[in-house]
């Protein structure tokens, strides 16, 4: 039992009195039900009880354990030929280390390293969230305090930790973050890198406080970074390299990590990111197309497309902007706080139904015009996590769509396979905040 359930427990009693009008010591004969009621309105973190989706749609807990774990096992520990996405590589004075390898692109990426964290620790998998961490804090994280991404860790290496581009990608920032807290919350603090807590608080505070520095790269001579966080906007930058720090990306935006930061971050930030949570939230109705429900791959900060110079294709919906809807469902999963949610999954539901289930492709128009891309795991599973917020009968379609789709394998695994891996997790209750007791 985490940390979490532990915490909210007499919150749900509580909840129970109120709805039931009995005390919270003599449950009523249909106490389960009333007590899934009570979790539905106050939303997991408050309840402890994370939606188990696949268990709505009608599947087997054990289906879904071993399921759950065989995907793990095959992008963790698969054939590294075609498998896997975790690699070990070497060890150092902290430890044994490994990286999430984009097979695709031939590069390790601070999304992927990240990513792997979330779900190790989500699956109380230690071993593999030190080992990745310990080589994102070798070979990514920039120490150098005269260095433009001072703070950060560089969004795109090789696997033998040589740079390929030392500027940040934000979204690896957010989930490294993240992963840290429930890290420290489930397992406590280390020594030194392990010192979870102490790591998060520190990257965090630089995303949002760190100054302009300008310096060398390994792409620039005279390059030029701000922070990660637009202060005024109070929202998550694109990149903070300037001139691209004005924008944004719709699938960067996670307020379910920020009232997360919001309770166990440094004290003096707190409320700002409570404020930035909300932004975000406003910030998916804007971004978000009113008949499809889908959003650009990059943005401006008032939520319209940006066509960026060098590619102008991220107007469309693309591949970072499958991730969208995850990041509004599992909001909404987590901390109920924005009704509109659940109008935003019903639409981008309703849009991939009339394309066909089976049927739709991967990249479209916000208007929805179809662009090609074949049908694709990554999306299915974004799909499917979606039905965390939406409460049209269709959902449990876009469920079962996700459990029949076969584990990633072969030269596109590592995206799919990412995406696929935590919405495993999403759908199956085993995505869940770790918050330290109180």
């Known amino acids: 039992m985490s940390h979490g359930r532990l915490r909210f427990l007499p919150g749900i009693l509580v909840a129970l009195a109120v709805v039931c009008g009995c005390s919270a010591t003599t449950p009523p004969a249909d106490a389960a039900a009333t ?14 009880v994370y939606p188990d989706l696949f268990a709505e749609a009608g599947l087997a807990p054990a289906d879904v354990q071993a399921k759950v774990e ?5 992008l963790f520990h698969g054939d590294p030929d075609d498998q896997t996405v975790y690699y070990v590589s070497g060890s150092n004075q902290y ?24 779900i190790a620790v989500q699956l109380d998998r230690k071993a593999e969230f030190d080992a990745i961490w310990n080589w994102a804090m070798t070979h990514m994280y920039h120490q150098d305090p005269t260095h433009p991404a001072h703070g950060y860790f560089a969004w795109s290496v090789k696997t033998d930790g040589t740079a390929i581009d030392q500027m940040p990608a934000p979204d690896g920032e957010e989930y490294f973050i993240t992963a840290l807290y429930f890290a420290s919350a489930r397992w406590g603090d280390g020594e030194g890198i392990y010192a979870y807590k102490a790591h998060a608080d520190r990257i965090l505070t630089d995303i949002l406080h760190r100054e302009q520095i300008t310096g060398a790269t390994v792409s620039a001579a005279d390059a030029t970074a701000v922070n990660l966080f637009d202060r ?11 001139p691209n720090a004005a924008h944004t990306d719709a699938s960067y935006h996670l307020p379910a990590f920020y009232e997360v930061w919001a309770r166990v971050g440094p004290q003096a930030d707190r409320a700002f990111w409570r404020e930035a949570a909300q932004v975000s939230r406003d910030y998916f109705v804007r971004a978000t197309h009113p ?22 294709e991220s107007a469309d919906f693309r591949y970072d902007a499958w991730r969208t ?4 469902s599992m909001d909404w999963s987590w901390w109920r706080a924005d009704p509109r949610q659940v109008e935003l999954s019903n639409r981008i539901q309703a849009f991939f139904q009339d394309q066909g289930l089976d049927d739709y492709v991967s990249l479209y128009t916000l208007d929805g015009k179809p662009l090609g891309g074949g049908q694709t795991t990554g999306l299915v599973s974004m799909n499917a996590v979606a039905s965390l917020a939406a409460d049209h009968p269709r959902r449990l379609e876009f469920v079962r769509a996700l459990w029949e789709q ?6 596109h695994r590592y995206y799919d396979g990412m995406l696929y891996m935590m919405a495993l997790l ?4 085993q995505y869940k905040v770790w918050l330290p007791p109180q």
């Open 232 to 242: 005024d906007a109070k929202m998550i930058r694109f990149t903070p390299d300037l």
């Open 426 to 429: 999403h759908c199956s209750g």
């Open 70 to 74: 065989g995907a793990f096992q095959q």
């Open 406 to 411: 076969p584990v990633p394998e072969g030269h």
């Open 291 to 312: 008949h499809t429900g889908l959003t650009p791959d990059y943005g401006n900060f008032d939520g319209t497309a940006w066509a960026a110079p060098w590619r102008p």
């Open 35 to 48: 007590t899934e009621a009570a979790a539905e309105a106050i939303g997991a973190v408050a309840s402890g």
């Open 325 to 328: 809807a995850m990041n509004w």
């Open 95 to 118: 430890g044994p280390m490994a990286y999430i390898h984009d097979v695709n692109s031939n590069d390790v990426r601070s999304e992927g390293m990240s990513y792997g964290m979330m």
